[in-house]
């Protein structure tokens, strides 16, 4: 293929040569009958001016030639023509006795009989070069028209980096006219390829004669290009295409992949059938399992018998683009121990919001489970503190005279003792000023 897509322009001449003998016009029609006509009288003028050294031996060889020219320029017709004029004037001019229409000898009729099937030969040698040829340009004009249509630029370079040969889209990723860059030196053109790997690539495959295959960012406008280039006869080819958005794609899922793997929560990746195909760090952390334990097995493995249930209905809720945040569950670890994990359950989409996966992100939450266990129980605590103390404000039975109250269990107490062992309150004894003036009188 190489062989044949490196000279496509340079077979113009032969094309227009091989069709005007198939389907001549007028024109060449006269033309290829004004050939015979001239190869035939061409013969026989040199036959007449080798006469007194040929004299009768060959009579046809002459003619002969002229139908080799003949065949090999014009078609059928004119070769025809050239036959039947050799045969003429061969039998008329060269044949004993001299200028008669007779063959006189065997001889003369062998060489007659030599000369058709010579001629016949070569008309159909002629031939069959034209059907070759034919189907050479068929061909030639089908793979033309499929690197054309190819969404790959080509471009053939021959042992003198001239190009031969730039096809439609080469032409529109180099921002060149392919009639202004055919037959034109390749390093000329774009200088900017010197000294860079592209050059050092191309002169390795010329001189080594090995196909290569790389990527390499365009020293000018910094598009990243995907080259395969490869050698053939007369030069090399190069296959070349943008693949910038391709790169920028792989940047950006790297970029992702490392802040996935880099993330403390632990994020999975499910398929639509419901099996694990991503595993980072932090999930092999959470969860006590590789990534190899852990890819291709059903996520509901990690959940208890009598909770497994629910798993399904909720990624059917999932695969049908509902978003499932902060579902909090019990899941189980390697080992047998269980832990409290908020799960965050969402569909992964394309560009054009097909679902082709779920993203399922696990927060281990026990510790606030059991932060907020102890919370409640403190609340508890509180509350029937709480509650004893307002019991105080309730009727007391106390004594009139000495003060002390009567508990639950029909003890008499201090008011002191009684109040200490239901709230947080202690005491600290003195005289209020009514006392102190009543037992402390001030001197008159």
């Known amino acids: 293929m190489i062989d044949r897509i490196s000279n496509l322009r340079s077979y113009e001449s032969l094309s227009a040569a091989a069709l ?36 009768d031996r060959l009579p046809y060889g002459w003619f002969f030639l002229a139908v080799l020219v003949v065949a ?27 200028y008669s229409l007779e063959i006189a000898h065997t001889v003369d009729q062998v060489n007659l ?57 080469a032409s529109e990723l ?13 390093w000329k053109l774009w200088p900017e390829m010197l000294r860079t790997r592209f050059e050092s690539e191309f002169r390795g495959v010329m001189k080594r004669r090995e196909t290569v295959h790389f990527e390499e960012c365009h020293p000018l406008d910094k598009r990243w290009i995907e080259v395969h280039a490869c050698p053939y006869d007369d030069g090399i ?17 790297a970029q992702l992949a490392a802040i996935v793997e880099s993330s403390d929560d632990a994020i999975i990746g499910e398929s639509m059938e ?23 097995r059903s996520f509901g493995m990690l959940f208890p018998i009598e909770e497994g249930h629910e798993l399904a209905p909720l990624l059917d809720r999932v695969r049908k683009g509902e978003r499932v945040n902060h579902l909090e569950t019990k899941q189980q ?24 996966g779920i993203s399922i992100t696990a927060q281990d939450i026990s510790k606030r489970k059991r932060e907020e266990a102890e919370r409640e129980k403190l609340i508890k605590q509180l509350q029937g503190a709480m509650a004893e103390v307002k019991s105080l ?45 009543n037992f402390f009188p001030a001197p008159k």
């Open 20 to 55: 005007e003998q198939e389907s001549p016009s007028a024109g060449g029609r006269k033309q290829g009958f004004l050939l015979g006509v001239v190869a035939v009288l061409g013969a026989l003028l040199f036959r007449f001016a080798l006469d007194p050294l040929w004299g």
């Open 72 to 98: 090999r320029f014009a078609g059928r017709g004119p070769q025809i023509l050239t036959v039947v004029a050799g045969l003429a004037l061969g039998k008329w001019f060269f044949i004993q006795p001299r």
């Open 113 to 169: 009989v030599i000369f058709c099937i010579l001629s016949g030969l070569v008309m159909f040698i002629s031939a069959q070069a034209r059907r070759m040829v034919r189907q050479e340009l068929a061909a030639r004009e089908r793979i033309a028209g499929i690197l054309e249509c190819t969404t790959d630029a080509v471009c053939t370079l021959n042992r003198e980096w001239v190009v031969t040969y730039l096809n439609k889209p």
């Open 174 to 186: 180099t921002k060149t006219d392919a009639a202004q860059v055919l037959r034109r030196e390749y």
């Open 237 to 253: 080819a190069i296959f070349f295409r943008d693949v910038s958005l391709r790169k920028r794609a792989e940047a950006s899922r």
């Open 274 to 296: 419901g099996l694990i195909v991503s595993w980072n760090a932090a999930a092999e952390k959470l969860y006590g399992l590789t990534a190899a334990e852990a890819i291709d």
């Open 333 to 356: 670890t390697k080992g047998t121990s269980w832990i409290d994990v908020s799960l965050t359950v969402l569909p992964i989409q394309t560009t054009d919001l097909q679902i082709v």
């Open 393 to 437: 404000t309730g009727l007391l039975p106390i004594c009139a005279q000495c003060k002390k109250i009567r508990d639950d269990k029909g003890s008499w107490k201090p008011i002191e003792t009684y109040i200490g062992e239901r709230s947080n309150a202690t005491f600290s004894h003195g005289l209020c000023p009514g006392c102190t003036e």
